[in-house]
């Protein structure tokens, strides 16, 4: 299908491999692991001739974006150090397995790869949330690990690997008794996509959620530093990287450890951003974002910031949040929403439901299904419950299995009944091009909104920002045409920005800026300016047929 957000079926399902790269060797010293962060068991020791940094790595990732960033650093690390980082898994020496421990599906991927890898006789390392919130699983006993923390150490645990040992490296990065963000930012990197860069800003979170893992595998709270994040995004910059995303298991908590906000980070990174580049902002959670609702409409105006915010629900019923501990109500959600919606004109607003919770009963359920209905979210990712171990809700008592997927199925079929991108039809918009479509016939494109818009595969589009024609729409898709200079001329000069004139030739939006008016002149007056410019487009479109 094409669409969903960059063409992902789920943003915490996402499955990459990272490819090959040029790379310098550089020498290093060896590092010795330290007691305390290490268990080290002795396997039938390989001969003397393995020379470390000259074997071949395929690394597989789970989950969300912050993962893809630690799978980056680790490749650009053994990469520098001399190893061949592959896509191709059966010619690899060595698998190294970024876990996910979200859901159940995801860490079934895990086991099903570590099975794969035993059965073909490779190397396995295991890092990522799986093995951080449970090293004792059954399935991993034996093989290496690398904490969520100590991804800048994945040298020393693959080449102790390839010596036949079995090393885990868990532990948090620390300063005096205070939990860093991890991992310096300014480790090498191999990039999955060249023109984006994901710098995380930090990791764990502040929430209790029953129904979560991953608090087990990254923790409490830890930032870093506005400088270092800054940094990050010059160098970035520098490289030829023309988006970056700013991830984290809660970018909403941001600086909360370090005396500092969201968007104290934000106004400083802006200054940075070059023209032609843009910002995508990553999840947040609804509690952390309440108190900075006029910064953020400020931010998420910015000409290059995308307006843009991923904002999980969970659930429509107050019960069920609460039950869930999810610290906010719905009455709460709505209001950032209708907030944000009201400062930041055409904002994207996606949104996560869970289907099944052990306390959801049938009202609670109708509660969800009537937020979905009021909001017509442009990007829902709908998420049938699965227990997690070692979790509260895994202890609850479950609703039978038919009624959840009847639950998961009503609330996927609202959704696919609506489509909020009919109305963009015929829009002229600005779009920066990062990305190959999953049908591999087009080039994505985002527009100011972050929507996905599909252009014809020409080479030379990638990585610039075009002007484009909406030909057509879909559900989770728009498709442009590439609008050339000639015809940029002819669009009203009064318009300096296409995605402006856009906005305002919507019938819609006209419609919502007329109710909002409060005087009855500024009435009659964005009333006759939209008259004359629906009648100068028209004639515009009659000219150029």
């Known amino acids: 299908m094409l669409g969903e957000v960059a063409g992902l079926d789920d943003i915490e399902d996402l499955a990459t491999t990272i490819g090959d790269a040029p790379v310098k060797r ?104 799986v093995s951080q919130g449970a090293p004792s699983t059954k399935f991993i006993e034996g093989l290496s690990v690398v904490g969520v923390q100590q991804i800048d150490r994945v040298v020393e645990v693959v080449e102790e690997t390839f010596k036949g040992h079995s090393v885990r490296l868990f532990g948090q990065k620390k300063e005096g008794p205070k939990k860093l963000g991890g991992a310096s930012l300014h480790l090498p990197k191999i990039r999955k996509n060249p023109l984006i860069e994901i710098i995380a800003i930090n990791t764990g979170c502040l929430n209790q959620c029953t129904y979560c893992k991953t608090k087990h595998a990254r923790g409490e709270l830890g930032s870093y530093p506005i400088e270092e994040i800054v940094q990050r995004g010059v160098q970035s910059f520098a490289e030829g990287v023309r988006e970056i995303w ?34 995508r902002l990553g999840m947040t959670n609804p509690p952390y974002i309440l108190e900075h609702l006029e910064d953020m ?37 709505c209001h950032v929403v209708d907030f944000l919606r009201s400062k930041v004109p055409g904002v994207t607003i996606a949104t996560d439901v869970i289907c099944g919770f052990p306390t959801e009963t049938e009202e609670d359920f109708e509660e969800t299904l009537r937020l979905i209905d009021k909001y017509r979210f442009p990007s829902l990712f709908i998420n049938q419950f699965f227990p997690r171990p070692g979790t509260p809700a895994a202890r609850m008592k479950k609703i039978p299995a038919d009624q959840v997927k009847l639950r998961t199925k009503k609330a996927s079929e609202l959704f696919q009944s609506q489509f909020p991108y009919t109305a963009k039809l015929r829009e002229v918009q600005q779009i920066l091009v990062t990305e190959v479509a999953t049908d591999k016939k087009h080039y994505v494109g985002h527009n100011k909104f972050y929507d996905q818009v599909l252009i014809p595969m020409k080479e030379e589009y990638l990585g610039q920002s075009l002007t484009v024609r909406i030909i057509e729409t879909g559900k989770h898709y728009l498709k442009g045409e590439v609008i050339t200079e000639g015809e940029k001329q002819a669009i009203p000069s009064t318009y300096s920005n296409p995605n402006q004139l856009a906005f305002s030739l919507n019938p819609q939006t006209m419609v919502q800026r007329i109710k909002k008016s409060t005087n009855i002149w500024n009435f009659l007056a964005v009333l006759l300016v939209g008259v004359l410019f629906q009648i100068l487009y028209i004639a515009y479109r009659n000219n150029n047929r």
């Open 297 to 333: 409409a400020i931010i998420l105006n910015h000409p290059r910031v995308y307006s843009f915010l991923h904002l999980p629900v969970q659930a429509g019923s107050d019960q069920v949040l609460e039950d869930m501990k999810r610290e906010y109500t719905s009455a709460e959600f």
């Open 246 to 279: 700013m991830t984290s298991e809660d970018t909403g908590a941001y600086g909360r450890d370090i005396g500092v906000s969201l968007p104290d980070l934000l106004y400083e990174f802006v200054k940075i951003i070059p023209e032609g580049c843009m910002l």
């Open 26 to 129: 550089t020498p290093r010293k060896r590092i010795i692991p330290k007691k305390l962060n290490t268990q080290l068991k002795h396997e039938a020791p390989l001969a003397e001739s393995v020379i470390p940094g000259t074997q071949s790595v395929f690394v597989k990732t789970w989950g969300c974006s912050h993962n893809n960033s630690d799978s980056e650093y680790m490749a650009g690390l053994l990469a520098t150090y001399g190893y061949k980082i592959t896509d191709d898994a059966m010619a690899a020496d060595l698998w190294l397995l970024n876990s996910c421990t979200v859901k159940t599906p995801s860490e079934d991927g895990l086991r099903n790869s570590v099975e794969s890898a035993s059965k073909l006789g490779k190397k396995v390392v295991i890092a990522g949330c």
